[in-house]
């Protein structure tokens, strides 16, 4: 029971108590902000990847054509700026500002791959 005048100070939150908790939720957000970033680099990492692997197979066997050659050096720019990204995300760290106020990469485009689509649907039968 509680008594008129009496001060609780285990109920007591300081200044420095919220600012300390407002740094942990700041952290958890930019680190959260990272993986995202992080697994986006790696799904188009993969996607392009499969992409120049697979009209390497036809430059191989001697059935890609010209457009196909054409795609691959396209690509290899393209999967160039999007390694250059994740390595860059991967210093992002050890920046002096970190976490407080990351200074994020530049984001390639997204390339577009009609033999790997972004989004994969399901078609009903």
């Known amino acids: 029971m509680a008594r008129a005048g009496v001060i609780d100070w285990s109920m007591l939150i300081t200044s ?8 942990v939720e ?5 680190k959260a902000d990272l993986t995202a970033r992080n697994a986006k680099a790696v799904i188009q990492i993969a996607r392009i990847q499969d992409r120049v692997d697979t009209i390497g197979f036809g430059i191989d066997i001697g059935e890609a054509t010209e457009e196909d050659e054409a795609e691959l050096a396209a690509l290899s720019v393209t999967i160039k ?3 250059t990204y994740k390595f860059a995300l991967g210093k992002v760290t050890t920046q002096p500002t970190w976490y407080q106020a990351p200074i994020w990469p530049i984001e390639p ?3 577009e791959i009609v033999a790997a689509p972004m989004l994969v649907t399901t078609e009903s039968v």
């Open 81 to 83: 700026a999007w390694k």
């Open 26 to 30: 700041h952290l958890a957000q930019a």
């Open 109 to 111: 485009p997204i390339p």
């Open 16 to 23: 420095e108590m919220k600012a300390a908790a407002a740094a």
